[in-house]
């Protein structure tokens, strides 16, 4: 059973915006940055959201992150089939020495 | 170009051992924090160890305390795991990450293949 709480699912079609969520504590989202990754199956998992709503370069605009107490949110705006994978929540701590928690992860299909 | 390549997985009885190497280019190894993140089939992502640019600071799951030593060699630019007392639930893919004190997890391997069966 994964720390951080996602749901297992999530849907929508071309163009819709979906939220994804991800559930902690104070403990772990509360007091930290979270992280959201995206993973297409047999790949290596990629930094979508750092720091909790920021972008790396090459992320489109269309994924956003948020945050507000202990939950978290990814959206996907102008959703794209190629958008269609696994995501996951993640929090770490600013001393970056100690261990991160992941949630479940949430699998995404574009309709 | 940033490049995280894992190596020495493979299948292994419970009990056994395995040495995974990652090895890395592109960025100034010896100034980064790097860990490793397991998978399990069909399973989420799990955090297993991470090490901090002088060796010294070496936090670890705690299911992989006494069993896992995470190490790295900053003249080769590769980072290590050496799995000792494997169990079937060891069984994952492995990837190797970079550390970035201000990104996170930024950049991953491809992982390497765990198995841990009789």
């Known amino acids: 059973q994964s720390v951080l709480t996602q749901p297992p699912s999530a849907s929508g079609t071309p163009g819709q915006r979906v939220i994804i969520s991800c559930s902690g504590t104070?403990?772990?989202?509360?007091?930290?940055?979270v992280d959201w990754f995206q993973q297409f199956p047999g790949m290596a998992p990629r930094l979508l959201i750092y720091?909790?709503?920021r972008r790396p370069a090459g992320v489109p605009d269309r994924f956003s992150g948020s945050k507000s107490g202990t939950s978290a949110s990814l959206a996907i705006s102008g959703l794209r089939s190629e958008d269609e994978a696994f995501y996951y929540c993640?929090?770490?701590?600013?001393?970056?020495?100690?261990?991160?928690?992941f949630g479940g992860g949430t699998r995404l299909t574009v309709l | 170009e940033l490049q995280l390549m894992e190596s020495g997985g493979g299948l292994v009885q419970p009990g056994g051992s395995l040495r995974l190497s990652c090895a890395t280019s592109g960025f100034t190894f010896s100034a980064c924090r790097m860990g490793w993140v397991r998978q399990a089939p069909g399973k989420g992502l799990e955090w297993v160890a991470s090490?901090?640019?002088?060796?010294?600071?070496?936090p670890y799951l705690d299911s992989v305390k006494g069993r896992f030593t995470v190490s790295r060699d900053n003249s080769k630019n590769s980072l290590y795991l050496q799995m000792n007392s494997l169990r079937v639930e060891d069984t994952a893919v492995y990837y190797c990450?970079?550390?970035?004190?201000?990104?996170?997890?930024?950049?991953w391997g491809q992982g390497t293949t765990v198995t841990v069966s009789s």
């Open positions: 990450a970079r550390v970035d004190w201000y990104y996170g997890l930024d950049v």
């Open positions: 104070t403990s772990n989202i509360g007091n930290k940055f």
């Open positions: 090490i901090n640019q002088d060796g010294r600071e070496r």
């Open positions: 720091r909790s709503d």
């Open positions: 993640a929090a770490w701590d600013d001393k970056l020495s100690g261990p991160w928690v």
